[in-house]
């Protein structure tokens, strides 16, 4: 259930962002999860973080489970609910880092 929820998380956020945008939720769930002390699941379902589960249910949110990139993003919930979360920062920044630099060239 856990990895079910850090993937859907990942999905409603960013689907349609690719997997820079992918890793990058993902990098914020770690980060969250990290300095607060919680389990990624519970700082996905916590109120108003994350606007796809505002007055939403697992049941009424699985149907994204089935879009075509999913293997990517359970990839990504398994690393952040297995703790390693580094993998998801670090690709995170790098993706950033590399979208700043094209930006400001």
Not at 40 to 60: A, D, T
Request: proline letters at 2%; aromatic letters at 8%; a positive charge.
């Amino acid at each position: 259930r856990e990895t079910k929820v850090v993937a859907i998380t990942i999905l409603a956020e960013a689907r349609g962002e690719g997997h820079g945008g992918m890793y990058a939720v993902a990098a914020v769930i770690a980060q969250r999860a990290f300095e607060r002390g919680r389990t990624p699941k519970e700082v996905c379902l916590k109120p108003y973080q994350f606007s796809c589960w505002n007055g939403k249910s697992l049941k009424s949110l699985e149907h994204l489970l089935k879009f075509k990139n999913r293997s990517g993003n359970s990839i990504l919930a398994f690393k952040l609910v297995d703790k390693q979360i580094d993998d998801a920062i670090m690709q995170a920044r790098l993706k950033r880092n590399r979208r700043l630099k094209k930006i400001f060239k």
